[in-house]
């Protein structure tokens, strides 16, 4: 006990240290409303108060780009707290906010710039790496580069990239696609993540982003397989938003959940529907259906029968002149093709949903003002997503919600300036008219032959790679991404990439990493000067900054500052632009240049104050339909009408200039869609039922949802979230594999035992979690373990990955990989 | 002096378990050694099971079983009821932990929650256990008050953020991290709590918000039978109509 009374009596009075590259965001705490400041002697010597220094940043677990208040104390980060005056959090957090002193703190983390040694590859291979300088690091970077543009091939290197921040990250990479000459720099995630929904909703309202939604003022939403309380973004204000629609609103907002499993949501939510996956669809064309039938649409906005006599009868044909449409396209026509015979009880064989259910949910849906119907990969991630995706976001024309209070909105951009340099002035030849642009995306994005329609398609890199076609990859780069372990069927990928030299990013092993041959390290998010505009939020233009709480722990290096130091070393007009922005510092001080012009509601008006604030912002969200007509903000209201070629041009950017139920884009690609999944030229421009396609061979769904306490990109490697990943069924140090008693018991599986899940593309091991919360055809496997190079604490898990039966499949329309559709063989192990 | 009390809304919790990870943080517990955990229930056959939960903080008991049973006297209340463990005085024995009637004091025990041992990674000297990196600010660890990092052979528990809500203006009626003069004498679970589920409050102060929710929405405190008078006090939708707590008077 000495050791204990010893530590007491050496405290001491402890000056700040550490802490520099941060002065002008700092505040020294004290102890507000006391008058005994914690600088004063009067306070030292009523009781020691640490000198603790304030540092804004962004929470980097998840897109929802929280604004965190980092509380660091004699050069220890030790606190981290949601910053009061940001308008997501509020203060608030989630439970993954207060673990990003694990995420800096990581013993796992790379201590600097690294190089392979070993050229063999593969998941038994030790990569070998050895340290050496970032001069080194990249000198060879732009070496490789400059020698492969040279030989005319520059559309041979890749960047594939995950969550990109802000304009000082993968803001930069276009640029850098765009000088050097590749189709492939760079590739996004999009594919892997949710544009399922950005692209169902851009064939209807021409708007290819998420949603802003208005939660705080709405009186219903039914909500398709979004995980609202679990992962949808942004979660920490989503339960702030949650507290109060569903504790001190008046009247409390009702909520259906619509998922295949009894999560938290569905828990707390009135009503839980556990539908047979990838039917949503379905579902949500037989809430259409009633609301037609039972005259529920909303007029102002949808339109009405020219004489007032609603002639929506089930199964019968209305002729469409008797029906004068106001802000949408097709309805009389989307009703004779399909919904006419999309019935309550066709959906409840199709959903298996009773049919009394799905009614009382069309009901209440149809009849409640404001109602919003949202909608992620749980409803999209299929074969069919696309036309599951418009079959719920019609559900959002119909009653009206499109820019309407307690609606949707989409998502204005801050008023950043302009860069240091305009790269249109450093285009050589080879970038302005090289032979590159002739070449394919190596992902086949925007082919014929792949996906046409798609905004990314990064699932196909590795086996296009691995094929050679359209052609082989000389280098890859990656940034915040890890595609060996987070791509369906990752095996393939870790063929495909023995044979191309990678680069990664990533401060943390990874698989990825694992085959790279360089390392260079970014800084973890609380050691990095970087920009974030917000996510879609609440439609009102917001941009934050993350501001270093100490100065990096190792030898490490922000991506963006790599981007253009490799920038410099390239030969030509290309180094010269990056000598021209200099480093993102430099950048971030120009993009603040544009809030003098537009100051932020909280007073941030240049860098300075904006690294003191950690977010500019101006509210509120500029356009509002009431009762179908289209206003402007004047400065103090809702009150300049808007014309329809404003509306068209801001809000609704179809062809039409109105919510398409036939869809433009969809009919103006009908022979390309027809050809390659053979659907009704007739019919495949309207939201229809179609029946997903599930591969994989067996005879239960795989649904490997994110959870709560999925910090993206490194929750797996730390142990408070090992500690609490799965509450709901208590996979605590493990994830469970959720199967339903009567499933388990036929085939002789008990709880607790080892199951094996098994499919066409691979095998994996789990623990069986008997639970009557999940339908019984179907299991649930959290997506979160199985890692076999990124630390020791995921390594040590015993779950293994679900990616590695999950077959890759993707919707041919929007590009959205399939993740929860396979199916699945399970038997004890 | 205040009775500092604490009410959660079960209406509004989302099970999310910041509260957790937030207290986790600012006390430096182990990873699943929670002071503050979130317990999960389920009940019923496919298709209409019911999932609940119910967040667990010590509920800082007016009649303390953990206090009376402690051979030592490690165990105490302080003048403003939080009940703490003087680590200086702890032989470890475990009484309290048999006594407690909600399962929240710990013992650190040689097996970690999460393999590898993180105690490992971080390694403390002597009878400190494990020293990370984010560790409190040396000025608030206090065994004392069993306050920052737990030793070796000791029991610990929630101390309402002793560290913190001791350091509060005098008089204030709650602890209210929306309040600018009182947010950083919150304690973490409450401060954290998305859907402001928990309120943090002074019980004899009868303008206080928590003996506000406490008589609008019908708090209940658990397992009142024992006699334990815990400050914890939970609402689950209000109204007049629930089981009767022992705070209650029969008409």
């Given at each position: 006990?000495d050791?204990?009374?010893?530590?007491?009596?050496r405290?001491?009075?402890?000056?700040?240290?550490?802490?520099?590259?941060?002065?002008?965001?700092t505040?020294?705490?004290?102890?507000?409303?006391?008058?005994?400041e914690a600088?004063?002697?009067?306070?030292?010597?009523?009781?020691?108060?640490?000198n603790?220094?304030?540092?804004?940043?962004?929470?980097?677990q998840c897109p929802?780009?929280c604004?965190?208040d980092?509380?660091t104390?004699d050069g220890?980060?030790?606190?981290?707290?949601?910053?009061?005056?940001h308008?997501?959090?509020?203060?608030?957090?989630?439970?993954?906010?207060?673990?990003?002193?694990?995420?800096?703190?990581?013993p796992?983390?790379?201590?600097?710039?690294m190089?392979?040694?070993?050229?063999?590859?593969g998941?038994?291979?030790d990569?070998?790496?050895?340290p050496?300088?970032?001069?080194?690091?990249?000198?060879?970077?732009?070496?490789?580069l400059?020698a492969?543009?040279?030989?005319?091939?520059?559309?041979?290197?890749?960047?594939?990239?995950g969550r990109?921040?802000?304009?000082?990250?993968?803001?930069?990479q276009?640029?850098?696609?765009?000088?050097?000459?590749?189709p492939?720099?760079?590739?996004?995630?999009?594919?892997?993540?949710?544009?399922?929904?950005?692209?169902?909703?851009k064939?209807?309202?021409?708007?290819?982003?998420?949603?802003a939604y208005?939660?705080?003022?709405?009186?219903?939403?039914?909500?398709f397989?979004?995980?609202?309380?679990?992962?949808?973004?942004?979660?920490n204000n989503?339960?702030?938003?949650?507290?109060?629609?569903?504790?001190?609103?008046?009247?409390?907002?009702?909520?259906?959940?619509v998922?295949?499993?009894v999560?938290?949501?569905?828990?707390?939510?009135d009503?839980?529907?556990?539908?047979r996956p990838?039917?949503?669809?379905?579902?949500?064309?037989?809430?259409?259906h009633?609301?037609?039938t039972?005259?529920?649409?909303?007029?102002?906005?949808?339109?009405d029968?020219?004489?007032g006599?609603?002639r929506?009868?089930?199964?019968?044909?209305?002729?469409?002149?008797?029906?004068?449409?106001?802000?949408?396209q097709?309805?009389?026509?989307?009703?004779?093709?399909?919904?006419?015979?999309?019935?309550?009880?066709?959906?409840?064989g199709?959903t298996?949903?009773?049919?009394?259910r799905?009614?009382?949910?069309a009901r209440?849906?149809?009849s409640t003002?404001?109602?919003?119907?949202?909608?992620?990969?749980g409803?999209?991630?299929?074969?069919?997503?696309?036309?599951?995706?418009?079959?719920i976001?019609?559900l959002?024309?119909?009653?009206?919600s499109m820019?309407?209070?307690g609606?949707?909105?989409?998502?204005?951009?801050p008023?950043?300036?302009?860069?240091?340099?305009d790269e249109?002035?450093?285009?050589?030849?080879?970038?302005q008219?090289?032979?590159w642009?002739?070449?394919?995306?190596i992902?086949?994005k925007?082919?014929a032959?792949g996906?046409l329609?798609?905004?990314?398609?990064?699932q196909?890199?590795?086996?296009?790679h691995?094929?050679?076609n359209?052609y082989k990859?000389?280098?890859?780069?990656?940034?915040?991404?890890?595609?060996i372990?987070?791509?369906?069927n990752?095996?393939v990928?870790?063929?495909?990439?023995k044979?191309?030299?990678?680069i990664?990013t990533?401060p943390?092993?990874?698989?990825?990493?694992?085959?790279?041959?360089?390392?260079?390290?970014?800084?973890?998010?609380?050691e990095?000067?970087?920009?974030?505009?917000?996510?879609?939020?609440?439609?009102?233009?917001?941009?934050?900054l993350?501001?270093?709480a100490?100065?990096?722990?190792?030898?490490?290096?922000?991506?963006?500052?790599v981007?253009?130091e490799?920038?410099?070393?390239m030969?030509?007009?290309?180094?010269e632009?990056?000598r021209?922005?200099?480093d993102?510092?430099?950048?971030?001080?120009?993009?603040a240049?544009?809030?003098?012009?537009?100051?932020?509601?909280?007073?941030?008006?240049?860098?300075?104050?904006?690294k003191?604030?950690?977010?500019?912002y101006?509210?509120?969200?500029?356009?509002?339909?009431v009762n179908?007509?289209?206003?402007?903000?004047?400065?103090?209201?809702?009150t300049?009408?808007?014309?329809?070629?404003?509306?068209?041009?801001?809000?609704l950017k179809t062809p039409?200039?109105r919510?398409?139920?036939?869809?433009s884009?969809m009919?103006?690609?009908?022979?390309?869609?027809a050809e390659?999944?053979?659907?009704?030229?007739?019919?495949?421009?309207?939201?229809?039922?179609?029946?997903?396609?599930?591969?994989?061979?067996?005879?239960?769904f795989?649904?490997?949802p994110?959870?709560?306490?999925?910090?993206?990109?490194?929750?797996h490697?730390?142990?408070?979230?090992?500690?609490h990943?799965?509450?709901t069924?208590?996979?605590?140090?493990?994830a469970?594999?959720?199967?339903?008693?009567?499933?388990?018991?036929?085939?002789?599986?008990?709880?607790?035992?080892m199951?094996?899940?098994?499919?066409?593309?691979?095998e994996?091991?789990?623990?069986?979690?008997?639970?009557?919360?999940v339908?019984?055809?179907?299991?649930?496997l959290?997506m979160?373990?199985g890692?076999?190079?990124?630390?020791?604490w995921s390594k040590?898990?015993?779950?293994?990955?679900?990616?590695?039966?999950?077959?890759?499949?993707s919707?041919?329309?929007?590009?959205?990989?399939?993740?929860?559709t396979?199916k699945?063989?399970?038997?004890?192990? | 002096?205040p009775?500092?009390?604490?009410?959660?809304d079960l209406?509004t919790?989302?099970?999310?378990?910041?509260?957790?990870?937030?207290?986790?943080?600012?006390?430096?517990?182990?990873p699943?050694?929670?002071?503050?955990?979130?317990?999960?229930?389920?009940e019923?056959?496919?298709?209409n099971?019911k999932?609940?939960?119910?967040?667990?903080?010590?509920m800082?008991?007016?009649?303390?079983?953990?206090?009376?049973?402690?051979?030592?006297?490690?165990?105490?209340?302080t003048?403003?009821?939080?009940?703490?463990?003087?680590?200086?005085?702890?032989?470890?024995?475990?009484?309290?932990?048999?006594?407690?009637?909600?399962?929240v004091?710990?013992?650190?025990?040689?097996?970690p929650?999460?393999?590898?041992d993180?105690?490992?990674?971080?390694?403390g000297?002597?009878?400190?256990?494990?020293?990370?990196?984010?560790?409190?600010?040396?000025?608030?660890?206090?065994?004392?008050?069993?306050?920052g990092?737990?030793?070796?052979?000791?029991?610990?528990k929630?101390?309402?953020?002793?560290?913190k809500?001791?350091?509060a203006?005098?008089?204030v009626?709650?602890?209210d991290?929306a309040?600018?003069?009182?947010?950083e004498?919150?304690?973490?679970?409450?401060r954290?709590?998305a859907p402001?589920?928990r309120?943090?409050?002074d019980?004899?102060?009868p303008?206080?918000?928590?003996n506000?929710?406490i008589?609008?929405?019908?708090?209940?405190r658990l397992?009142e039978e024992t006699?334990?008078k815990?400050?914890?006090?939970?609402?689950?939708g209000?109204?007049?109509?629930?089981?009767?707590?022992?705070r209650?008077?029969?008409?």
């Amino acid at each position: 006990m000495d050791e204990i009374n010893t530590s007491v009596s050496r405290r001491r009075f402890l000056q700040a240290t550490g802490v520099t590259g941060a002065a002008a965001a700092t505040a020294v705490m004290g102890v507000p409303g006391t008058g005994l400041e914690a600088t004063s002697a009067e306070a030292q010597t009523a009781r020691a108060q640490p000198n603790t220094v304030v540092t804004k940043n962004i929470c980097h677990q998840c897109p929802a780009r929280c604004g965190i208040d980092v509380y660091t104390t004699d050069g220890r980060v030790h606190a981290i707290y949601g910053t009061a005056d940001h308008p997501i959090s509020n203060g608030k957090l989630c439970p993954k906010g207060p673990l990003g002193v694990y995420i800096l703190y990581d013993p796992d983390r790379w201590r600097g710039p690294m190089k392979r040694t070993n050229p063999a590859k593969g998941r038994n291979e030790d990569p070998g790496f050895v340290p050496i300088s970032w001069d080194e690091a990249l000198d060879t970077v732009a070496a490789r580069l400059n020698a492969l543009r040279e030989a005319g091939e520059s559309h041979r290197f890749a960047l594939l990239y995950g969550r990109g921040w802000g304009a000082s990250c993968a803001g930069l990479q276009g640029t850098f696609g765009k000088l050097y000459g590749s189709p492939n720099v760079a590739i996004g995630h999009s594919s892997m993540c949710s544009d399922g929904s950005i692209i169902s909703k851009k064939m209807l309202d021409g708007n290819a982003g998420y949603n802003a939604y208005d939660y705080a003022h709405t009186n219903y939403i039914l909500m398709f397989g979004v995980g609202f309380l679990e992962a949808f973004r942004p979660y920490n204000n989503n339960m702030q938003v949650w507290g109060h629609i569903r504790g001190r609103k008046s009247p409390k907002t009702r909520v259906t959940a619509v998922d295949v499993h009894v999560n938290t949501t569905l828990a707390a939510s009135d009503r839980g529907l556990l539908i047979r996956p990838g039917t949503d669809g379905a579902l949500a064309l037989a809430i259409a259906h009633v609301i037609l039938t039972e005259g529920l649409w909303e007029k102002s906005f949808v339109g009405d029968f020219r004489d007032g006599r609603n002639r929506f009868v089930a199964g019968q044909s209305v002729s469409p002149a008797l029906f004068e449409e106001k802000w949408t396209q097709g309805l009389v026509e989307w009703w004779n093709v399909e919904l006419k015979d999309r019935t309550v009880d066709w959906a409840a064989g199709i959903t298996d949903i009773p049919a009394d259910r799905i009614l009382a949910t069309a009901r209440e849906f149809g009849s409640t003002r404001p109602a919003m119907a949202i909608y992620e990969r749980g409803a999209h991630a299929h074969s069919n997503g696309i036309y599951n995706g418009m079959a719920i976001h019609s559900l959002n024309a119909l009653v009206g919600s499109m820019y309407a209070v307690g609606g949707l909105m989409n998502q204005m951009g801050p008023s950043y300036g302009a860069m240091p340099a305009d790269e249109n002035e450093y285009m050589d030849d080879w970038a302005q008219n090289g032979a590159w642009k002739d070449m394919p995306r190596i992902d086949r994005k925007g082919s014929a032959d792949g996906y046409l329609m798609a905004n990314n398609m990064m699932q196909e890199v590795g086996p296009n790679h691995l094929a050679g076609n359209p052609y082989k990859l000389d280098t890859m780069m990656f940034y915040l991404t890890n595609p060996i372990w987070t791509a369906p069927n990752g095996q393939v990928w870790e063929e495909a990439l023995k044979d191309v030299f990678i680069i990664d990013t990533s401060p943390f092993p990874s698989e990825t990493g694992h085959y790279a041959d360089l390392i260079l390290p970014d800084h973890t998010y609380l050691e990095r000067l970087q920009d974030a505009p917000t996510y879609p939020f609440q439609g009102f233009p917001m941009t934050q900054l993350r501001v270093p709480a100490v100065e990096p722990l190792h030898d490490t290096k922000y991506y963006g500052d790599v981007l253009i130091e490799i920038g410099k070393r390239m030969n030509g007009p290309m180094g010269e632009y990056y000598r021209a922005l200099g480093d993102t510092e430099n950048v971030l001080r120009h993009l603040a240049e544009g809030f003098r012009a537009d100051p932020g509601d909280n007073g941030v008006t240049d860098f300075e104050s904006w690294k003191e604030k950690g977010v500019w912002y101006k509210k509120p969200y500029i356009y509002r339909q009431v009762n179908g007509t289209f206003y402007r903000w004047d400065g103090r209201d809702y009150t300049i009408e808007m014309t329809e070629e404003e509306v068209q041009a801001n809000l609704l950017k179809t062809p039409s200039g109105r919510f398409e139920f036939r869809s433009s884009q969809m009919e103006a690609n009908a022979a390309w869609i027809a050809e390659r999944t053979g659907r009704d030229p007739a019919r495949l421009m309207f939201p229809i039922w179609e029946e997903p396609q599930h591969p994989g061979g067996g005879d239960l769904f795989l649904v490997t949802p994110k959870v709560a306490l999925h910090a993206e990109g490194r929750g797996h490697n730390i142990p408070m979230v090992i500690a609490h990943l799965q509450p709901t069924v208590g996979g605590r140090g493990e994830a469970f594999c959720e199967i339903n008693p009567a499933t388990a018991e036929a085939r002789g599986i008990g709880d607790g035992d080892m199951v094996r899940i098994s499919s066409d593309a691979g095998e994996v091991t789990a623990r069986a979690r008997v639970y009557a919360g999940v339908r019984p055809d179907t299991i649930v496997l959290p997506m979160e373990y199985g890692h076999w190079a990124a630390g020791r604490w995921s390594k040590a898990v015993p779950t293994q990955h679900s990616g590695e039966c999950t077959i890759n499949q993707s919707d041919r329309v929007t590009g959205q990989c399939n993740y929860y559709t396979t199916k699945v063989n399970v038997t004890k192990a | 002096m205040p009775k500092w009390g604490m009410v959660i809304d079960l209406e509004t919790c989302t099970g999310c378990q910041a509260c957790t990870t937030a207290c986790a943080m600012e006390n430096n517990r182990l990873p699943g050694e929670n002071w503050q955990d979130v317990l999960f229930y389920s009940e019923g056959s496919y298709p209409n099971m019911k999932l609940s939960w119910l967040p667990r903080p010590c509920m800082q008991c007016e009649n303390p079983s953990c206090v009376s049973v402690c051979p030592t006297r490690a165990t105490y209340q302080t003048e403003d009821g939080v009940v703490l463990v003087d680590w200086n005085k702890c032989i470890g024995c475990k009484y309290c932990m048999v006594a407690c009637p909600y399962g929240v004091r710990f013992y650190m025990d040689e097996k970690p929650v999460v393999e590898p041992d993180i105690r490992a990674a971080f390694p403390g000297e002597g009878q400190r256990s494990w020293n990370p990196p984010f560790r409190m600010p040396d000025e608030y660890e206090d065994p004392s008050k069993g306050i920052g990092i737990q030793p070796k052979g000791v029991v610990s528990k929630c101390t309402f953020c002793y560290h913190k809500v001791s350091q509060a203006p005098e008089g204030v009626a709650d602890l209210d991290e929306a309040n600018p003069e009182t947010r950083e004498f919150t304690p973490a679970c409450v401060r954290v709590c998305a859907p402001k589920a928990r309120f943090f409050g002074d019980l004899d102060n009868p303008e206080s918000k928590v003996n506000e929710l406490i008589a609008e929405k019908g708090g209940v405190r658990l397992k009142e039978e024992t006699g334990n008078k815990p400050k914890v006090y939970y609402l689950s939708g209000g109204g007049a109509p629930v089981v009767p707590g022992k705070r209650s008077t029969r008409s």
